[in-house]
């Protein structure tokens, strides 16, 4: 038969060898049994060559089996002489593969398997060394000392100031408006796209409001691991929570000795010092849980999220050095879930569930007043919005990580969290009211700005939508981006400006001694029909009238700016009269 042969004096048929064939039959020798050509093999007595598989080739003749494609090339056409290069943007390191695999940052993987500059291993997702990461970008160590100084001034400025500035709360209000600003706007811009340059490096200065360990650039200093940072995050909110717990335990047990050796008067200044500390501690506290708050729910996910690099293997997006399937990480992707219930949905569930145990109580603000800088910005009916800020930020950065390959719908999901939350503000006006007079017109500064930072990044949300839309498109990038920008810029300058003018007494707040003015402005308000500031200034004249009613002097004293010589003055006769 066909693709066998046999010589005089045979008893059998004798098959043509591998990586030939023969159609001929009745043939009495093997040289009717032909090489297969390029392309093709062929096994033991084949009438007829077959072709090269998918991941295969043959560049040859005569081959009993085709090669597998080399790394840096796949095929899933059959019959081919070589294996196509992958394209830019894809990776294969691997042997036989039939497609390529795209990489998280496409402009890291230059076609085959080669990496661009300062990119290395599987889909060019490992840093080179004098490389640090941000994101999926590598960049070239510059000016690493610089930051990481800059970084550790800032911090040490921020968190000073939360601790000293004890009764300030309308500037400290301002302040933690400003920084949930800037940190939104870095998370909106932080979509998969490929922004201009400049545009990066604004970028990387916001970084350091989201406490992105990324801006210090440790990588420039010493190795340091994917891992290693991942435990210092997660770490860092328990410890501040702890310290915060041993502290203001540590302070309440000193009030049982205020009286013991002093006068009454010394027994008044120990006890308002004591409830100053208290204040100041819990505020450093909140400062801190919301400062590092986005930055544990990003290490947390990227835990979780693996690919396959082409191989049948996993290994993490974040670093493609780290195998998912290794115990170590496994037991890592657990401990990420647990953060992310316990401390993402955990202390935005703790702020609303805290509130609303203290108003069931019987709503006294002063005990709101005492666990400090989280409540005591906003009306009693909100005092747990920032659980709603907080959510909110984790939502977008949740976002920009689930759907990176998509930047269209992480900008289009972030938009309408983005459109929610200003639904809410607008809505509700959480702040308790200061006022500041612009142009002859008297604004509600805290509400007015925290609408008007969620207007701008809900714009930055529509802009990302609309540049991923538009396939990157550099002109628009350049031209919108950098009017975006502007306005970002100009709306942080009216927040500071506010501040400012906070800072210089260019403002009052709404207190026991306005209740005429409240109650004037609201017979205005309803002759007008503006019912929404009608509803505002009649909530804040309840709030003020029941505060005046309270019997309990030493809440009092607390929540009237804690430190002014009234209170002081209360203290001392309530402590004459205990030690009577």
Not at 365 to 382: T, V
Not at 393 to 415: H, Q, W
């Given at each position: 038969?066909?693709?066998?042969?046999?010589?005089?004096?045979?008893?059998?048929?004798v098959d043509?060898?591998?990586?030939?064939?023969?159609?001929?039959?009745?043939a009495?020798?093997d040289?009717?049994?032909?090489?297969?050509?390029?392309?093709k093999?062929?096994?033991?007595g084949?009438?007829?060559?077959?072709a090269?598989?998918?991941?295969?080739?043959?560049n040859?003749?005569?081959?009993?089996?085709?090669?597998?494609c080399?790394?840096?090339?796949?095929t899933l056409?059959?019959?081919?002489?070589?294996?196509?290069?992958?394209?830019?943007?894809?990776?294969?390191n691997?042997?036989?593969?039939?497609?390529?695999?795209?990489c998280?940052?496409t402009?890291?993987?230059i076609?085959?398997f080669?990496?661009a500059?300062?990119y290395?291993g599987?889909?060019?997702?490992?840093?080179d060394?004098?490389?640090?990461?941000d994101?999926?970008e590598?960049e070239?160590?510059?000016?690493?000392?610089w930051?990481?100084l800059?970084?550790?001034v800032m911090?040490?400025?921020?968190?000073?100031?939360?601790?000293?500035?004890g009764?300030?709360?309308?500037?400290?209000?301002?302040?933690?408006?400003a920084?949930?600003?800037?940190?939104?706007?870095y998370?909106?811009?932080?979509?998969n796209?490929?922004?201009?340059?400049?545009?990066?490096?604004?970028l990387d200065?916001?970084s350091?409001?989201?406490?992105y360990?990324?801006f210090?650039r440790?990588?420039c200093?010493v190795?340091v691991?994917?891992y290693?940072?991942?435990?210092?995050?997660?770490?860092?909110?328990?410890?501040?929570?702890l310290?915060?717990?041993?502290?203001?335990k540590?302070?309440?047990?000193?009030?049982?000795?205020?009286?013991?050796?002093?006068t009454?008067?010394?027994?008044a200044d120990?006890?308002l010092?004591?409830?100053?500390?208290?204040m100041k501690?819990?505020?450093?506290a909140?400062?801190?849980?919301i400062?590092?708050?986005?930055?544990?729910?990003?290490?947390c996910?990227?835990a979780?999220?693996?690919?396959?690099?082409?191989?049948?293997?996993?290994?993490m997006?974040?670093d493609?050095?780290?195998?998912?399937?290794?115990?170590?990480?496994?037991?890592?992707?657990?401990?990420?879930?647990?953060?992310?219930?316990?401390?993402?949905?955990?202390?935005?569930?703790?702020?609303?569930?805290?509130?609303?145990?203290?108003?069931?109580?019987?709503?006294?603000?002063?005990?709101?007043?005492?666990m400090?800088?989280m409540?005591?910005?906003?009306?009693?009916?909100?005092?747990?919005f920032?659980?709603?800020a907080?959510?909110?930020?984790?939502l977008a950065t949740?976002?920009?990580?689930?759907?990176?390959?998509?930047?269209?719908?992480?900008?289009?999901c972030?938009?309408?969290?983005?459109g929610?939350?200003?639904?809410c503000v607008?809505?509700?006006r959480?702040?308790?009211?200061?006022?500041?007079?612009?142009?002859?017109?008297?604004?509600?500064i805290?509400?007015?700005?925290?609408?008007?930072?969620?207007?701008?990044?809900l714009?930055t949300?529509?802009?990302?939508?609309?540049y991923?839309?538009?396939?990157?498109?550099t002109?628009?990038?350049?031209?919108?981006?950098?009017l975006?920008?502007?306005?970002?810029?100009?709306?942080?300058?009216?927040?500071?400006?506010?501040?400012?003018?906070?800072?210089?007494?260019?403002?009052w707040?709404?207190t026991i001694?306005?209740?005429d003015?409240i109650e004037?402005?609201?017979?205005?308000?309803?002759?007008r029909?503006?019912?929404?500031?009608?509803?505002?200034?009649?909530?804040?004249?309840?709030q003020?009238?029941?505060?005046?009613?309270?019997?309990?002097?030493?809440?009092?004293v607390?929540?009237?700016?804690?430190?002014?010589?009234?209170?002081?003055?209360k203290?001392?006769?309530?402590?004459?009269?205990?030690?009577?």
């Amino acid at each position: 038969p066909a693709g066998t042969y046999a010589g005089i004096g045979m008893a059998q048929c004798v098959d043509c060898p591998a990586g030939t064939y023969s159609t001929a039959v009745g043939a009495d020798s093997d040289a009717v049994c032909d090489d297969c050509q390029e392309g093709k093999f062929s096994g033991p007595g084949q009438s007829e060559c077959d072709a090269c598989l998918a991941g295969t080739f043959a560049n040859i003749t005569g081959l009993a089996e085709c090669y597998p494609c080399p790394p840096g090339t796949a095929t899933l056409d059959t019959g081919l002489t070589s294996c196509p290069l992958c394209p830019p943007s894809f990776f294969s390191n691997i042997y036989g593969a039939e497609t390529c695999t795209e990489c998280p940052n496409t402009e890291a993987c230059i076609g085959g398997f080669l990496c661009a500059e300062g990119y290395l291993g599987a889909l060019c997702g490992t840093c080179d060394l004098l490389y640090y990461r941000d994101g999926l970008e590598c960049e070239r160590c510059t000016t690493s000392i610089w930051n990481a100084l800059f970084f550790t001034v800032m911090s040490l400025a921020i968190l000073g100031l939360a601790y000293v500035v004890g009764a300030s709360y309308e500037l400290i209000t301002q302040l933690r408006i400003a920084g949930s600003f800037l940190q939104n706007v870095y998370i909106a811009f932080s979509v998969n796209l490929p922004w201009p340059d400049l545009l990066y490096r604004a970028l990387d200065l916001l970084s350091f409001v989201n406490y992105y360990f990324v801006f210090i650039r440790p990588e420039c200093f010493v190795e340091v691991s994917w891992y290693l940072r991942f435990w210092l995050v997660l770490v860092c909110p328990y410890a501040v929570m702890l310290l915060a717990v041993l502290v203001y335990k540590g302070l309440q047990r000193q009030f049982h000795s205020v009286y013991k050796g002093r006068t009454s008067e010394q027994a008044a200044d120990r006890t308002l010092f004591l409830i100053r500390t208290q204040m100041k501690a819990t505020r450093f506290a909140f400062i801190v849980l919301i400062l590092i708050y986005a930055n544990v729910v990003k290490r947390c996910i990227e835990a979780l999220m693996c690919t396959d690099p082409g191989d049948g293997s996993l290994v993490m997006v974040a670093d493609t050095s780290i195998i998912c399937t290794t115990n170590e990480h496994r037991f890592t992707q657990f401990v990420a879930v647990v953060g992310l219930v316990v401390y993402g949905l955990g202390f935005p569930a703790t702020i609303f569930g805290l509130v609303r145990w203290v108003q069931i109580k019987g709503g006294l603000r002063a005990q709101l007043s005492s666990m400090g800088y989280m409540f005591e910005s906003y009306l009693d009916d909100f005092a747990w919005f920032d659980s709603v800020a907080l959510l909110r930020r984790g939502l977008a950065t949740a976002f920009n990580l689930i759907f990176m390959d998509v930047p269209f719908v992480s900008a289009l999901c972030k938009a309408v969290v983005s459109g929610l939350y200003l639904v809410c503000v607008l809505q509700m006006r959480p702040f308790i009211p200061v006022y500041q007079t612009y142009f002859g017109r008297k604004l509600d500064i805290f509400n007015t700005a925290e609408s008007v930072g969620a207007t701008a990044v809900l714009a930055t949300d529509a802009f990302a939508m609309s540049y991923a839309l538009l396939t990157h498109s550099t002109l628009y990038a350049n031209v919108f981006g950098f009017l975006l920008v502007a306005v970002d810029i100009a709306v942080l300058g009216f927040i500071i400006t506010a501040a400012l003018r906070i800072m210089t007494r260019h403002s009052w707040k709404v207190t026991i001694g306005d209740i005429d003015e409240i109650e004037q402005d609201l017979r205005e308000a309803l002759n007008r029909g503006d019912l929404l500031l009608a509803r505002e200034l009649n909530h804040r004249r309840k709030q003020i009238m029941g505060r005046s009613r309270r019997k309990a002097e030493v809440e009092l004293v607390v929540m009237e700016d804690y430190v002014d010589v009234d209170a002081h003055q209360k203290l001392v006769g309530i402590i004459a009269r205990c030690k009577d």
